[in-house]
């Protein structure tokens, strides 16, 4: 099935992310692809912010590759970068597979770098920019 969630401007944010994760439940490996400047890291605070993370400790893994988050629960979730990642066996040096295999959401950026270290079940969300300033999601489950 084909989705897609409009993202009118920042203030749109806290209901697209609720939105999404509506939607999405029971996927847990999420490939956000876009153009720098899309609004994956923005996008993924906003997620996270919906599952009790303080916004104020969300931040882009550009340079630690991944950051770990906790959830209003406790539970962790894993926020990875891989615009820097240049081999797969860069990835698999962090432990990429222990992360995935954990159960815990792991939202990566630039995901299309690993894309063959990817499980079957990653659901590849794309995000693009309108000429408005909003932000489309679209995505097949």
Not at 41 to 57: K, M, P
Not at 63 to 68: K, P
Not at 112 to 131: C, H, K, Q, R
């Amino acid at each position: 099935m084909q989705h897609r969630i409009v993202i009118r401007d920042l203030k749109d944010l806290d209901r697209a992310a609720e939105e999404f994760l509506r939607l999405v439940s029971g996927h847990n490996i999420i490939a956000l692809h876009g153009p720098m400047g899309a609004g994956k890291t923005t996008f993924t605070t906003a997620l996270c912010r919906r599952l009790g993370v303080r916004e104020d400790a969300v931040g882009s893994p550009t340079f630690a590759i991944v950051n770990e988050y906790r959830s209003g629960s406790g539970e962790p979730i894993y926020h990875f970068d891989f615009y820097r990642i240049t081999k797969p066996e860069e990835a698999l040096d962090i432990g990429l597979y222990d992360y995935l295999d954990s159960g815990a959401p792991c939202i990566m950026e630039w995901a299309e770098n690993i894309e063959e270290l990817l499980p079957e079940e990653t659901l590849v969300v794309n995000i693009t920019a309108g000429e408005d300033g909003s932000r489309t999601l679209s995505w097949e489950d």
